[in-house]
């Protein structure tokens, strides 16, 4: 699967720019939080800087940039090319397996706030389910062992429309594991 | 040809209104709301709330590639939609649904009555967009103290037709508007009658100078005048060697000026991107189908008029450049002689109701075939005929009781030839003069005779029957 290398770049620059979009409509005029001001510019703009918090200012930024003019056919567009060239991976790869098995993450769980201050290293952890999100494919996480106490999840990933066998294969990697059984101590 | 000494180039953006489809073009909320309350057809989509979704009106995309065809265009084989990005109060989704590239449908024209005849101005392109909230304000927009928002207009469907730079007048600008409109309204998907139903944004640049875009122009009338202004704006600021820079004006329509609104430079980004929510629709299959629905169209009726019915072209082009006015005088022509029909449904009746600013549906076909019918049995005047006309669109009633309360039955016989003799014995001289060689003596003898039938007597029997006496009596 030669592209999934660049699935987690691709898919914060769609998330990202579809974010800054969709967020576009929390401005305060039809519900949710409203300051006191007294023309549109600077009430929308108190609602939203009042509203969110940073980790979506810095999305809502980031993909901003991405949208803007110039830029388009170098991040976004280029990232869609990316998700199609991704989902064709995985329907090659579905050519010879029903199901394909990976990690769910690179690593087990980290601390609470451990990775707050580094974004980067934050999304990183999402290397190994975001090629699953941009191919639109269906996937399963089950617990597979532990490592220090702490459960290890395995994905069982299937073919488009086909959630039966993923379910069938976690099924019955469960009925003759017990790994579901343990709690992490 | 046409020298267009100041090279005036005039192309036009045109958002329409596709009014007459029963929802708007991503919710299923009505577009039957301009006699209700504010804000009393919207659902979470057209409001843009959290969670909800666009799904495209098949209906919508039908109307639109069939004002493509209408216009020429060539439909495209898929066409996409995308986000414009805007903070806007009236858009509530901080974005507009609207198509950037792979519009619906381009590369189309419409031929207009030009400065030196037929004339074709291109359609660059025709596509789909949704149409934001309206914004209420107190007064003036400068003087509210606030304003209200009213989302009922928020998704409908619109169409904006952008045209090649192709018009060197404002007359011709206009003319554009007027076929534009009356295209759209013999399509059946448009009523140019209801508020917003088409609003225009114009460029214009002359020689020398780059382009003005002017927005604000809420009638054909205003795209005119704003366009006239802005010619001996630009000419003025050439003139004193400055540069006519690019640039969005406002067309003030009270002092029928247009005052600058941003530069190139405080142009917006727009941020425009494929939009997500909705996947690309593949329509190359869908125009022959909708094509075979197209109506005759204006110049194709106007054609038809002349051939079918012998009326002159300048009658067809009248009768034919309001539907309704079309349909009324065919109806009409069906029973009668359909010059005569011509005449009186496009010379009278066409102006009666323009002097007065009325349409059509205040008169009656039966009304206008009774008149007919009584003038050609010789039962009124033509100058009688005229009269219950105007006492119709004025009073109401009936032809033939406005005939009868009038006295406007048209007196002939013996009763116009005794007037006549009774003229030509008080106006001796008049008969002298007549004798004399003078032929226009004739007409005081003629206007003699109307007043004693009180206007009821046939001016061309009246006439005869003078010459008939005169040359009798010698």
Same mark, same amino acid.
């Given at each position: ?35 006191? %001001?007294? %023309? ?121 429309? %086909? ?9 019955? +990697? ?12 | ?93 901080? +974005? ?53 928002? %009213? ?99 406002? +067309? ?223």
């Amino acid at each position: 699967m030669p592209h999934t290398k660049y699935a987690l770049s691709a898919y914060y620059i769609i998330a990202m720019s579809e974010a800054s979009s969709n967020l576009a409509r929390f401005d305060g005029m039809r519900y949710g939080l409203r300051t006191e %001001d007294h %023309d549109w510019h600077t009430t929308f703009s108190h609602v939203r800087a009042e509203g969110f918090g940073d980790e979506v200012k810095r999305r809502i930024l980031l993909g901003t940039y991405a949208l803007s003019a110039g830029y388009l056919d170098k991040y976004y567009l280029k990232a869609l090319k990316i998700r199609t060239l991704i989902k064709q991976d995985f329907e090659h790869a579905f050519k010879d397996a029903d199901v394909l098995i990976a990690p769910t993450m690179p690593y087990p769980a980290f601390k609470i706030g451990e990775k707050i201050d580094d974004p980067i290293s934050l999304y990183l952890a999402d290397v190994e389910t975001v090629p699953i999100n941009l191919a639109g494919v269906p996937s399963i996480s089950i617990p597979c062992g532990s490592s220090g106490g702490l459960p290890i999840g395995m994905q069982v990933i299937g073919k488009h429309f %086909d959630e039966a066998a993923i379910l069938r294969t976690a099924y019955t +990697f469960e009925e003759n594991t017990d790994f579901h059984k343990t709690e992490g101590s | 040809m046409y020298e267009n000494p100041d090279g005036v180039m005039i192309g036009l953006e045109v958002h329409v209104q596709l009014n007459r489809l029963k929802t708007k073009v991503f919710c299923g909320c009505t577009t039957d709301y301009h006699n209700d309350p504010p804000n009393s057809h919207v659902c979470p989509v057209c409001l843009g709330l959290p969670g909800s979704l666009p799904v495209i009106n098949k209906k919508a995309v039908e109307a639109a590639i069939k004002v493509g065809l209408a216009l020429n265009c060539t439909v495209e084989e898929h066409t996409q939609f995308y986000r414009k990005n805007y903070y806007y109060p009236d858009l509530p989704k901080g +974005f507009q649904i609207t198509q950037y590239d792979f519009p619906i449908s381009s590369g189309g024209y419409i031929t207009i009555e030009g400065e030196d005849g037929e004339h074709r101005v291109g359609i660059t392109r025709a596509h789909m967009e949704e149409d934001p909230g309206r914004l209420v304000h107190e007064g003036t927009i400068d003087k509210s103290k606030y304003t209200l928002i %009213d989302y009922n207009r928020s998704g409908m469907a619109l169409l904006e037709v952008v045209s090649d730079p192709d018009m060197r007048s404002p007359k011709e600008a206009r003319r554009y508007l007027d076929k534009l409109r009356n295209i759209l309204e013999y399509l059946d998907i448009f009523d140019g009658d209801l508020e917003g139903a088409l609003r225009v944004d114009a460029n214009i640049s002359i020689m020398g100078g780059q382009r003005a875009e002017i927005k604000n122009i809420s009638s054909h009338k205003g795209a005119e005048r704003a366009l006239l202004f802005e010619i001996v704006r630009q000419k003025n600021v050439l003139r004193r060697g400055g540069v006519v820079v690019q640039e969005t004006r406002h +067309f003030d329509e009270a002092r029928e000026i247009t005052l600058s609104m941003r530069s190139k430079e405080e142009a917006h980004d727009y941020r425009y991107f494929p939009e997500p929510d909705l996947v690309p629709l593949k329509i190359s299959g869908w125009a022959p189908a909708i094509k075979a629905t197209l109506p005759e169209l204006p110049d194709a009726r106007r054609l038809r008029f002349v051939e079918q019915y012998g009326i002159t072209d300048d009658h067809a082009k009248a009768l034919t450049s309001e539907l309704k006015f079309a349909i009324f005088y065919e109806d009409v022509a069906k029973k009668v002689d359909p010059k005569i029909a011509a005449v009186w449904v496009c010379d009278v009746l066409k102006g009666e109701l323009n002097y007065r600013d009325l349409t059509i549906e205040a008169f009656k076909k039966e009304h206008i075939l009774s008149v007919i019918d009584l003038l050609l049995n010789k039962k009124i005047t033509e100058d009688g005929a005229v009269d219950i006309i105007r006492t119709l669109l004025d009073k109401g009633g009936s032809p033939f009781e406005i005939m009868k309360e009038k006295g406007l039955l048209k007196v002939e016989g013996d009763i116009v030839s005794t007037a006549a003799e009774e003229a030509i014995k008080e106006n001796p001289r008049a008969v002298a003069d007549y004798r004399a060689g003078k032929e226009k003596a004739l007409n005081s003898l003629v206007g003699a005779v109307m007043k004693k039938t009180k206007g009821r007597a046939d001016a061309r029997t009246a006439r005869e029957m003078l010459l008939d006496i005169l040359d009798k009596g010698v």
